[in-house]
């Protein structure tokens, strides 16, 4: 039976908050330390009302631990999340505006008045939208509401990348050399990376997540840069500042956690490796790290907790440092909040940082020395997101998630997520699916765990980032802890293929593919027990077969004794058994032995089969061998000449139209730029040809696909 915190949200909602186990216990069930390091005592006051200024998994994840604590809850939400799972789980929910963020999400006034209406007593606002904004701050503090977090001092101090990197010198954090002033133009830009010398970082001096953020190695890229930068900034964060800094060449992202009282105390939760990122955006997280020794790590705590110290820091918050191959660390930024990332320090101390934010943020003393913090075992995070991993390592996907099931029914997986069966992914909010969290006593152990857990996600109804998650727990690179933020670019330089099929894995993949094929065919024989007329015999036992498999056709040779099937496929001989049951998405197999989890996405009677297989989808036909003869003769199709087109690679609004019919584009010219969840993309041509159509205007909605410019 699944630990009660897995339930789906409409199912916890139901539970009695008093039979609810602690958070870490319900995390890591079967591991006998287990335990809470603070068990919540009902008797301590903090809140009867909280608001949420949040949406999606963070939502749901705050109320589950305000549900524990007896406090009631009031969820925001936009119109078209008025069925959203936050809005079903709280006690309370109040619309706040339409769809696009600034005005329901980031629409300060009427989230004020939806604490005025509802009484709310204090405001976590999770982490994005306003929960690093000071005058969000400002104003429930004058209002006499508690703003869940650090006070408007250190979110101003920090928030600004300029001032915090000041303030870390002088509290004697190590700091990476660079321009501490505004950057005003593109030319102020170049010569200021002409000072610091190649390759520089220019990033948004408010906001992080990546936006903002771009790497210059010539001074052509800084201009670039610079105005790629400024654009995204000004359209996340509202605020286009910029500053320049050296560029570590092969750093390691680094953070640690801390978490501070207004007593004047405060500790470092150790540290989470988050090195493995695609745009700046962080993909697999760790904790703890391979890389970091004792010595290093309580070097990186110590001046972490100085940094928090110095702007009087109250709440949970991180400090990000990165790492280079000497170990020698710099100070990155300071988040003001809650991290994505926060459940694997969650997993590994036995701290709910939820909890200790409420007892915070109430005026409590922490309870804990740093002595009494522990690293017990270890803790690996995927980010599921609706994206298509073939694309730049994931360009956004929209769409209903027509199916969907999470892997709750295995031990030591953690599902934080916001989303149900039938939820829609759209353009208006970050494509993130959920937080899929695995823990084991070891770090082979955790991510044998990921690897199971990512076999047993059922996602249908948008492309999602599963193929490329399996592959990075599973490189050797990364099992060997040799990473980098460069690992995606270096590992797949020609931008990611899927799970590369050897010689073995062919034939498992060929034998599976064949086994279903003729496990459907037997059971069309039968209606309601009674024997149906059929192209196959009733007494068949052998078949030959044709399998096509990444344009190649392959003879495949059957025996079916029972639930075992016998397969000569590619020189090789593979055994396969299993239940069968196709209509369940998940196909749990013994192939030679070793126990597999493959999902059927897609059968019809045409011998087309589409199966996920370590996590990658593999396309297949099974035919029998006068079929596939037969077939040979069938007309090839041509396919599109994508040279003289423009399509959009993902859903977005369209920012920018650099060209009209007529105009003569050189090759890699820029034709357009596509904004989608406020990253800004720009698309050029694949060849020098004249203009001859422009399909698409500024402010524009495209969808993936759709023909943007036509070139002669």
Request: charged share 20%; net charge negative; with cysteine.
């Amino acid at each position: 039976m699944a630990a009660p915190w897995l339930l789906s949200p409409s199912r916890s909602r139901l539970l009695n908050t008093a039979k609810n186990v602690s958070f870490l216990s319900r995390c890591c069930a079967a591991i006998s330390h287990a335990q809470y390091s603070a068990v919540h005592t009902p008797t301590e006051k903090t809140f009867d009302k909280i608001l949420i200024a949040n949406r999606g998994e963070i939502a749901c994840r705050v109320i589950k631990t305000c549900k524990k604590m007896g406090i009631r809850t009031v969820a925001v939400h936009s119109d078209v999340d008025s069925s959203a799972v936050h809005v079903k789980m709280a006690d309370e929910a109040l619309c706040v505006g339409p769809a696009p963020t600034n005005k329901s999400y980031l629409n300060m006034d009427a989230i004020m008045e939806a604490i005025r209406v509802t009484g709310a007593q204090a405001v976590h606002p999770g982490y994005g939208f306003l929960s690093e904004n000071k005058e969000f701050a400002k104003r429930l503090a004058a209002d006499g509401v508690t703003f869940i977090g650090p006070d408007t001092h250190a979110i101003q101090a920090m928030g600004d990348k300029i001032e915090s990197k000041l303030i870390a010198k002088a509290a004697k954090v190590n700091t990476i050399p660079g321009f501490d002033g505004v950057v005003e133009t593109a030319e102020d830009a170049v010569k200021i990376a002409q000072e610091i010398g190649y390759p520089v970082m220019i990033k948004a001096s408010a906001g992080g997540g990546g936006k903002g953020m771009r790497i210059a190695w010539n001074d052509e890229e800084t201009r670039e840069g610079f105005r790629f930068s400024s654009q995204e900034a000004a359209s996340s964060f509202g605020d286009d500042r910029l500053l320049i800094e050296k560029y570590i060449d092969n750093p390691r992202h680094i953070e640690i956690q801390v978490l501070a009282d207004k007593h004047g105390n405060a500790l470092w939760l150790n540290e989470r490796e988050c090195s493995i990122q695609r745009r700046n955006q962080k993909v697999v997280e760790e904790a703890p790290s391979t890389f970091l020794d004792p010595a290093t790590r309580k070097a990186m705590g110590d001046q972490a907790v100085q940094l928090a110290k110095a702007v009087q820091y109250s709440s949970a918050g991180t400090v990000e440092f990165l790492v280079d191959s000497k170990k020698n660390f710099y100070f990155l930024e300071m988040n003001t909040r809650l991290q994505v990332e926060h459940p694997i320090t969650e997993c590994i101390t036995g701290l709910d940082l939820v909890e200790q934010m409420i007892r915070v943020a109430k005026g409590y003393k922490l309870q804990h020395k740093q002595e009494d913090i522990p690293i017990n075992g270890w803790a690996v995070e995927s980010r599921v997101y609706a994206e298509d991993p073939y694309k730049s390592f994931g360009l956004p996907s929209i769409g209903r998630l027509s199916q969907y099931q999470e892997p709750i029914n295995l031990s030591n997986v953690r599902v934080d997520s916001g989303i149900q069966e039938g939820s829609d992914i759209s353009i208006y909010y970050d494509p993130m699916i959920s937080k899929l969290v695995t823990y084991g006593t070891t770090r082979a152990e955790a991510l044998s765990k990921m690897e199971e857990a990512l076999d047993n996600y059922v996602i249908r109804g948008v492309t999602h980032n599963i193929p490329l998650l399996r592959e990075i727990i599973t490189h050797p690179r990364f099992i060997s802890g040799d990473i980098s933020t460069n690992f995606l670019p270096e590992v797949y330089p020609d931008g990611f293929k899927g799970h590369q099929l050897k010689q073995e894995t062919c034939s498992e993949l060929l034998a599976t593919a064949a086994a279903i094929h003729i496990t459907a065919q037997l059971r069309s024989q039968k209606v309601l027990g009674a024997v149906r007329v059929s192209s196959v015999p009733v007494e068949c036992c052998s078949w030959e077969l044709c399998v096509e498999l990444g344009g190649k056709n392959y003879s495949v040779d059957v025996i079916k004794s029972g639930n075992l099937y016998t397969v000569q496929a590619n020189g090789g001989k593979v055994e396969v058994v299993g239940e069968w049951n196709l209509a369940s998405p998940l196909l749990p197999l013994s192939i030679n032995g070793t126990q597999r989890t493959l999902q059927c996405l897609h059968r019809d009677a045409s011998g087309n089969i589409i199966l996920q297989y370590h996590g990658t989808s593999f396309k297949v036909r099974v035919l029998s061998k006068l079929a596939a003869e037969l077939n040979s003769f069938m007309p090839e199709r041509v396919p599109e000449d994508t040279s003289s087109i423009l399509r959009s690679p993902m859903p977005g609004t369209v920012v920018v139209v650099s060209v009209k019919p007529g105009d003569t584009v050189a090759e890699g010219q820029e034709i357009c730029v596509i904004e989608a969840m406020k990253m800004q993309n720009s698309l050029t041509a694949a060849k020098q040809a004249k203009v001859k159509s422009v399909h698409c205007s500024q402010g524009e909605t495209v969808g993936e696909g759709d023909l943007l410019v036509e070139l002669e």
